[in-house]
């Protein structure tokens, strides 16, 4: 048969057109459309029973009540609110809702790492066991010990108040080291002020949920993920309309579009605006005469302990330069804005100033400090009852007492820096060993290359980060702490809060990696020195140190366990009767480990402890600080202009680093489901921008989104630029939270540290202030 | 939703509540903002005045499920109704097997409430264990939006069916109004007049954003601030 060619292809086109009518290969691609969904890099979570953990978040100070979503009991899914807590209502920041971005984290150190290669070669990590670790690094702590060094062991923890801080410090005085220091944070100066005025270390709290009136001194009360708790729960009761909010701070932040009044200062120069409505008080009469007259020393002219004549409050404040037209000059508002707002504050009878509320990591200069205590103790609001109270402890039990080890060396001065300082000055080597707890300072300390500095002649750095982070890629040795979620932890009251609060968080799960509490780790290392040391930590786990000191607040039988959100906490008022709802320790912790909160109502303030037995405006403690024939003006609150460091003319810029939205700026970084959220008017690519106001930027003729250099006496980067009116003129203002050089590629590469280019004045009493520092910026 | 704008700081709780909650993935620059998925974004607004009188202020916004009669505008338009409405429940859903990726529905929606997978998206190999098993993850080629946690809303009738009580009647929040520290997120049923969600949509502070194109949406925000009701381009003068 003869087929043709014809043929063949009339064959060949019906097969074709036969299998167009087919159903086979429509069928074959919806087939393949669905079997590509599972294609194997498609994650297919595991389903299975949901349960769900109460705790508490630990990642910052605020003390937020969480719960966990756990499937089968061994994974986590989701970290959000406990509706049932007082303070939070079921609220949680940005930085918890990811939380599980850090427990799940791909930069997790899963066990002991010792460095065998140089310093800071992350392939050098060789991980060793914790038995080895631990019995390694105790041998150097009992020979240190032994040879009569202790005072050269250091350690550095972080600022939020927990009962870590109580270990540490047991610890070390055991071991005999007073060198036992706290990341820099905001309360530092809220408990020197207090000291001074006061004469009781305990920081200042503010009722915010009392005042009517609120005149806010630069405080980030609502800046984003760095939002105070307090000051969250305190706006939900202040009534609309008739609270007042007034913010002072040279930028346009978010606390100041909030505010019903906006005061914007020259940077750096709310303290002397405090100073100018004091002064208004004062020549208006318009202050608390009574309480002045009976409770506060150095108000009038006094004499000082070597009988020499001094110029008292009174006089210095209502000298001309604190008149409201010389402040007006220098802060850049009218003298007629300034009378307004000296007379409001004035007027009101709850009116507050409050300052250092959700500014974790500056600090502002102890004379501004005073300030605005000052202005505080003229409206009366250091009274027995009113909005200003001390920072009321938790009565925890109390650690065993302590045989000291020898006479404890003489601590440094200066706090933090002050270490660091010592450290690199010194001829020899201060510090042997240097601990690092819950803190990053080579990313987060301001002014960051005083810590790289020292670091370089400390021959020992133990990091006990869960994470990789800048500080622990520096270690020689890491011993991995359990992350936030998993490990027994407690939140021992809230900076800044008048009201008393104590919440235990509890593991979630148990502990994914083979990483150790630091708690515990202390403990072994305490029963490997042995002796006092080993006697002075007498627990087995942390669990049982925690369960140790529950029972003194059980026995104590003060405040209350919050088990429904039915008590407006930031509504407490001094000495109210809070009633007990516990009996003895093992109720209370099983009250407290089922995630509720303890809370007890304000402590009165006490009696003051000053050499006076008053509220101090001249402080007579503080010749310890400056010289004895130091101004009269050093011994009272005044505005002190600080001379920044570096040539004007080279740097005639100030820059600021400030709080944007969407970053974690503290010991955590920003998580991937938050750095989504930074705006790319922040942060675009690997740059970082700086606001600038549109007639600076018109002068330096730059233009949105330009490329330029940055550069402080720190050192310089690359930025762009966003012209935008937030900022105040002729400064720069630089987001912190970015920058990061560790963890992994989802975190860095992101911007710039604004701590590597911020520089720290010191103090004459010794703590950092960071509020601007000379700056240039230049086309590139 | 009744989501009050004084309240809001624009700290991302919601929206980062709302990835967790969601499995929604996330990539290594997230700095091109229109291949961001982010079902509640957090738009920022501002009074446009110049330095000291500038005020900015954060509008988070879901899918705004619009109520408008019959359809909404994105579910008008989905040629192989992927994307549909529940009556029943007022929930705009979004069917991802049956999505084909035109995109015609983000080009609807006059809130850009859309976001489209142009990738295959994975996770950093131990985060896959914080995934949910509750909501489904997506694959490349598909639109994906708030569906006002769509998984917690059948795990609340589920619930109730168990306990014997009328699922009609369960009431339920989305992770984001849980999350919200500054309690600013109010969820619920907005046809139920004794609910705190109605009685806050009649607040008289109350708009919603673009009413003008009869959207109808459920989303209603709180403002005292008027530069902030000026912006949501509510063309009415009065309710009408």
Known sequence: ?780 | MVIDLDRCTGCGACSAACQAENNISFRLDESNKLRSITWMSIFQLNNGRNYPDYRYAFLPRPCMHCDSPHHSPCTFVCPVNATTRDENNGIVTHIYPRCIGCRYCMVACPYHARDFNWWDHTWPKPMEAMLSPDVSTRMRGVVEKCTFCHQRMLAARSKAYKDGTDPDKTTYTPACADACPARAITFGNLRDPHSDVAKLSKDPNAFRILEKLHTDPKVYYISTQDWIKKLSDNALTEKS
């Open chain 1, 1 to 780: 048969m003869n087929f043709g060619r014809r043929a063949f292809l009339q064959f060949a086109a019906g097969a074709v057109g036969g299998s167009l009518l087919s159903p086979l290969p429509w069928q074959l691609a919806g087939d393949s459309a669905r079997w590509s969904q599972n294609w194997s890099w498609r994650a297919s979570p595991e389903r299975g029973e949901v349960t769900k953990v109460s705790s508490v978040c630990t990642m910052c100070e605020g003390g937020c009540a969480i719960q966990a979503r756990l499937v089968n009991g061994n994974r986590a899914i989701l970290i959000e609110g406990n509706p049932a807590n007082p303070l939070t209502e079921g609220g949680v920041c940005a930085l918890a809702a990811s939380g599980l971005q850090f427990f799940y984290a791909p930069y997790r150190i899963s066990k002991p790492m010792k460095q065998q290669k140089s310093r800071g070669d992350i392939s050098g990590f060789q991980p060793i066991s914790w038995d080895e670790a631990l019995s390694e690094l105790g041998k150097k702590l009992g020979k240190l010990r032994a040879d009569g060094k202790s005072q050269e062991l250091a350690a550095i923890i972080s600022h939020r108040p927990s009962s870590m801080d109580d270990l540490w410090l047991q610890f070390f005085t055991a071991y005999g080291s007073p060198n036992l220091f706290r990341m820099p944070s905001a309360a530092d100066g809220l408990k020197l002020a207090a000291k001074f005025t006061t004469g009781n270390a305990q920081p200042f709290a503010f009722a915010l949920g009392n005042a009517e009136y609120i005149l806010s001194f630069g405080s980030n009360l609502f800046e984003g993920a760095g939002a105070s708790t307090v000051a969250l729960a305190a706006m939900r009761q202040w009534t609309k309309g008739a609270t007042k909010l007034v913010q002072v701070e040279s930028r346009c932040s978010m606390t100041a579009s909030k505010a019903d009044q906006f005061l914007p200062v020259n940077p750096g120069k709310e303290a002397l605006l405090a100073m100018g409505i004091a002064h208004v008080m004062v020549s208006s009469g318009t202050y608390d005469v009574d309480f002045v007259k009976n409770n506060v020393f150095g108000f009038e002219d006094w004499t000082d302990s070597a009988g020499k004549k001094r110029q008292g409050f009174k006089g210095l404040v209502s000298s001309s330069a604190y008149s409201p037209e010389e402040v007006a000059k220098a802060t850049g508002l009218d003298a007629a804005q300034i009378r307004e707002v000296a007379k409001e504050f004035a007027g009101k009878p709850k009116a507050l100033a409050v300052w250092a509320i959700g500014q974790p990591d500056s600090t502002n200069g102890i004379y501004h400090q005073l300030a605005f205590t000052a202005l505080n103790a003229l409206k009366g609001n250091l009274k027995p009852n009113g909005l200003i109270t001390l920072s009321p402890s938790v009565p925890l039990a109390g650690l065993p007492p302590v045989e000291k080890n020898g006479a404890a060396q003489k601590e440094p001065q200066g706090g933090l820096y002050g270490l660091l300082d010592s450290i690199t000055t010194a001829k020899n080597q201060p510090v042997e060993i240097l601990f690092v707890h819950e803190a990053n300072p080579l990313y987060s300390l301001p002014e960051n290359k005083l810590f790289r500095d020292a670091l370089a002649k400390v021959p020992m750095l133990v990091s006990f980060s869960s994470y990789m982070d800048e500080t622990a890629a520096q270690a020689d040795l890491i011993l991995p702490n359990h992350t936030a979620f998993e490990r027994y932890d407690d939140v021992l009251g809230i900076p800044g809060a008048a009201f008393s609060y104590y919440a235990v968080s509890v593991p979630i799960l148990k502990p994914l990696q083979d990483t150790k509490h630091t708690g515990e780790a202390l403990m072994t290392l305490a029963a490997g020195i042995g002796g006092t040391v080993g006697a002075s930590l007498p627990w087995k786990s942390y669990e049982e140190y925690l369960k140790f000191r529950v029972d003194g607040l059980a026995q104590a039988q003060k405040g209350a366990v919050a088990e429904k959100p039915d008590v407006r906490i930031v509504k407490l008022a001094a000495g109210q009767s809070v009633q007990p709802n516990f009996s003895n320790g093992a109720d209370l912790w099983k009250k407290l480990k089922a995630g509720n909160c303890w809370y007890d109502a304000p402590a009165a303030m006490p009696d003051f402890e000053t050499p006076s037995g008053k509220l101090e405006l001249a402080i007579q403690s503080i010749v310890q600080k400056v010289a004895s024939d130091a101004a009269d003006k050093y011994y009272l609150p005044h505005f002190e202009d600080r001379n920044l460091p570096g040539n004007e003319g080279d740097l005639p810029l100030l820059l600021v680093a400030y709080r944007p939205s969407f970053t974690a700026a503290g010991f955590y970084p920003t998580p991937p489901f938050m750095t989504k959220l930074i705006p790319d008017s922040v942060l675009k690519g690997a740059d970082a921008f700086i606001e600038l106001h549109p007639d600076t930027a018109a002068k330096l003729e730059f233009s949105q989104g330009e490329l330029v250099s940055l550069k402080t006496t720190q050192g310089e980067a690359n930025v762009r630029v966003n012209i935008s009116a937030v900022a105040h003129p002729g400064v720069v203002y630089l987001p912190t939270g970015l920058g990061h050089e560790a963890y992994d590629n989802y975190v860095q590469n992101k911007g710039v540290n604004a701590n590597s280019l911020m520089e720290v004045q010191l103090d004459p009493v010794g703590i950092g202030t960071v509020w601007a520092c000379r700056a240039q910026l230049r086309r590139v």
